[in-house]
């Protein structure tokens, strides 16, 4: 059972950055894709980003592309969700997941979750 925990989270300004880390609880981290996703009030939960264990070029949405990043450091069990250029329409809930897939993008593929991270965005 792998155990997630974002942080990271806040208010910022539009045009602002933020980073938000997610600390894994299992030693062997590195052999799982890890994604993050969000969820807006009112909205259902969308797919973010995501990093997979195998390496490669890191999967975006669109509405991303540019202005995130995704990264993991395995010694420490964490990968990060580095977002600039921030806008108010990136306010929600961010969350932290995990699956042994290779690449995953769907909810339905992750079988691991953390508890999320609020990102408020000010206009």
């Known amino acids: 059972q792998v155990q997630l925990v974002e942080s990271g989270g806040g208010l910022v300004q539009a045009g602002g950055s933020l980073r938000l880390s997610c600390a894994a609880s299992?030693?062997?981290?590195?052999?799982?894709?890890v994604g993050w996703f969000r969820q807006a009030p009112g909205k259902e939960r969308e797919f973010v980003a995501a990093?997979?264990?195998?390496?490669?070029?890191?999967d975006f949405a669109d509405s991303m592309k540019g202005r995130f990043t995704i990264s993991r450091d395995n010694a420490k069990n964490t990968v990060y969700l580095q977002m600039s250029g921030l806008k108010p329409e990136d306010t929600a809930v961010y969350y932290c997941?995990?699956?042994?897939?290779?690449?995953?993008?769907?909810?339905?593929?992750?079988?691991?979750w953390g508890q999320g991270t609020q990102v408020t965005v000010s206009s």
């Open positions: 299992e030693r062997t981290f590195s052999l799982y894709t």
């Open positions: 997941t995990a699956t042994a897939r290779r690449w995953a993008r769907s909810i339905r593929e992750y079988d691991y």
């Open positions: 990093l997979s264990w195998s390496g490669g070029t890191p």
